[in-house]
């Protein structure tokens, strides 16, 4: 269920606090199953988080849990006890109580233990579970309290009834879908004159069997004359008064509209403004009683079939009708929901949505991405009063106790002695448990303790940030906020991050019908649990869906790959037999050292405000890119001479020193998102180092990683200009080999180069000469203003700047020019036949749309070749 983040503030300061919350999703009856993907992105996003504030200093908690899920765990328990030809009836609530908690003993650890596999760093010995003891004391008194307030009372009302699972369900807890029906039209007789009819659309029409009135609207000219007629109810033979209310819709069906308060909300409430009595046809499994007459017994669905076949023979229907609607259904058996009139247990919401409305509108609660709060919003001004009570018996049994003498009804937390009415000692409990979420609404405060005024509750409530996903909007975010008002008087957390789904590559929900699931395990088995990790982050993008296909993940792994062979090629050249004490100064660092620590300080303060912001993916991918393309691609083949081959020891001991400095940095900024590769690596780093007595921080006898210092950014290592410069170098070493590759020469072979800027041009660049003949492989190299380019010479243009590589010597211009040529006639007729195609009006038709897509991007590839064949022959003459 809900792991807990928390984070105490930095040096005991009260100001700051961090907490992060997430729903697994994954309770009992799922156990023994893996986890979804939501599950692994809802973790790693606060496992990212969480280690990221305790890097930070703070005192975090992450107090991890699951919930008992009522519905489903009972579901799961008694299909496996109905392999076994055993009924829960037949057990008892006692024994079968007992078969549940065995379930979840066998299964419990399962989905734990999965996560500990993903890195999810919890405090696994606080580990929760909404029935221990101590939670099951504070559902309890929330519901005593609330009780006594008048905001918990029972009454009959229409609520959402699962015949399959045989209890009541919140609004929330049921999931519609669009059917395809039909929209009968019935004939009702007019009581005084059988031979007339008034038409009625319904689309359940078993369900007329309770119907008790038919309505019109009042200013339906239609119906003006019939209201307060009667009719007689077909088949049934019951008198039926026409009433008028102003519900009902004039242009659906007919304009008239059967009245069934027992089973339909809107009936049930027309029913009360009118005075009408309900009849409920149907018991408890969806099968008719005997107010359905013959066709008591039947199922609701077998029911209809029967009774419309009986209309058509009487020849009360009119007309029958497609008709698409919306369909409610079970969030967990998913069979079709029946609305029905029962006797329940209600908390009154509106007192408690307009507390956490106003803690909105006071932005005590803020979304990331902000426009999750308006739906969050809608929903609790449209709050509807909370059905509680569930009719099974796995779940908290509410603290309710009805007296057999006077009927009277005692809550309190433990077992009363005696009626609090008459006195009498015939007391028996009431036999409903509580919604599952009614728990989960606690977990913020409960887990740590209350109602006893506990240490942890005192220390780490309020919290600061829930992370969850959008579908539990509803079920959970706003039903903790409300609680945590009411009880605490401080909303739980102030910012609330949604994430998004995690679909296929096509844009569909993982599913087992449709076979399109990657299983995270087996995932994380063949690429690893970073590789795993990382390449989800990198797709995440601020609360959007994502679509996820399995070589996503080649991504993460081979980046985590080349952070390894980083690793193996800086340790090796950080060893020496006997370490020399050399005294380094800032004066002694190279062009090269300035830049990769000026992009390391940037890189800190981008990614440490990335997560500030809850922008995970470009946190991620800021480290990314230095990492593989500062680091690795540049730096580290920078300063190779310098290890391999050094004007001096101090000149090598300044390229150790800055590369197992900034390689150590880079280890605590990927740690939140790679936690196991770079805390293996920073250990091998932190040993080597010491061994080698090369200082690189402070801090660096930190036991591990987890509990190092985040990277702070430092002034001192700021160099905008020597950044902007790199990027003019990189550009024209990469023109260079640009050249080298268009011409085919060997990338040992030596190039003379000249290198030609404009006046404007603000950079001093003569200075890294070395740097450029060094990467590029140049022998000789020239730079200067307005240069002229040299004869037979290949050129790039870089903006402001021209690279010019004379070829003479280095290529045959003729055989060359012949092979280019020959080269551009197959490209060009290749384009002939691919547009042959695109024109083809048949082709474009017909074939699938992927097709002709390939088609039009070979196109578009051929046109880009044959434009850089064209400038090498230009440059050839």
Known sequence: MVPFLGARGKFSQRARLIKEALYYRYPSPQYNRRPSYGTCLNNILQDILIRWRRMQGYNTLWMPGTDHAGIATQNVVERELGTKRIKREQLGRERFVEEVWKWKKKYGSTIIQQLKKLGSSCDWERERFTMDDGLSAAVKETFVRLFQRGLIY????????????????????????????????????????????????????ETMLGDVAVAVNPRDDRYKDMIGESLTLPVVGRELPIIADEFVDPSFGTGAVKVTPAHDPNDFEMGKRHNLTPLVIMQENGAMNELAGDYEGMDRFECRDALVEELKLKKFIEMVTPHKHSVGHCYRCHCVIEPYLSEQWFIRMRPLADAAIKASQKKSVTFFPERWEKIYLSWLENVRDWCISRQIWWGHRIPAWHCQDCGEITVAVEAPAECIKCSGSTLKQDEDVLDTWFSSALWPFSTLGWPAETPELQYYYPTSTLITDRGIIYFWVARMVMMGLEFMNHVPFSNVYIHGTILDEQGRKMSKSLGNGIDPLVMIDQYGADALRFSIIVLTTEGQDIKLAES??????????????????????????????????????????????????????????????????????????????????????????????????????????????????????????????????????????????????????????????????????????????????????????????????????????????????????????????????????????????????????????????????????????????????????????????????????????????????????????????????????
């Open 154 to 205: 029972k009454g009959t009302y229409i609520i959402n009834w699962c015949p399959r699972c045989r209890t009541a369900l919140a609004d929330d807890e049921v999931e519609h879908e669009e059917h395809d029906g039909h929209l009968w039209h019935i004939k009702y007789p007019f009581r005084d004159a059988p031979h007339l009819f008034m038409i009625v659309a319904t689309t359940r029409p």
């Open 552 to 877: 996503r993940f080649e991504m993460g792994r081979n980046f985590t790959n080349k952070l390894w062979n980083a690793a193996r090629f800086i340790l090796m050249n950080l060893g020496e037999e006997h370490p020399q004490e050399i005294t380094i100064e800032s004066a002694d660092y190279h062009f090269e050292d300035t830049w990769v620590l000026s992009r390391l300080n940037s890189t800190i303060k981008a990614c440490t405000l990335y997560l500030e912001q809850f922008k995970f993916n470009d946190a991620a991918m800021k480290v990314y890119d230095f990492t593989w393309h500062s680091f690795c691609d540049w730096y580290l083949e920078i300063v190779k001479t310098r290890l391999y081959e050094p004007v001096s020891q101090k000149d090598k001991k300044v390229a150790q020193i800055v590369l197992a400095k900034v390689f150590h940095q880079i280890l605590h900024l990927l740690h939140p998102f790679v936690p196991f590769i770079t805390e293996e690596l920073w250990q091998h780093l932190q040993s080597t180092v010491v061994k080698n007595r090369i200082d690189i921080h402070k801090n660096m006898h930190s036991k591990c990683l987890m509990s190092s210092f985040w990277p702070r950014a430092d002034k001192r290592y700021e160099d905008q200009s020597a950044e902007e410069i790199m990027i003019i170098l990189q550009d024209i070493i990469r023109s260079i080999r640009n050249i080298r590759s268009k011409m085919n020469i060997r990338d040992k072979q030596k190039l003379d180069a000249v290198i030609s800027l404009s006046e404007d041009v603000g950079y001093e660049l003569s200075g890294h000469s070395e740097l450029l003949k060094r990467m590029a492989s140049i022998e000789h190299l020239q730079i200067g203003v307005n240069l002229t380019k040299p004869a037979n010479a290949a050129c790039e243009v870089l903006g402001k700047i021209q690279a010019f590589v004379p070829l003479a010597g280095i290529i045959d211009p003729g055989a060359e020019k012949e092979r280019q040529t020959k080269h551009l006639k197959q490209l060009e007729d290749y384009l002939i036949v691919v547009r042959g195609k695109l024109e083809n009006k048949n082709f474009t038709a017909r074939a699938p749309a992927h097709v002709v897509a390939l088609e039009q991007n070979r196109e578009k590839e051929l046109l880009e070749q044959i434009t850089k064949v064209k400038l090498i022959l230009n440059d050839l003459g």
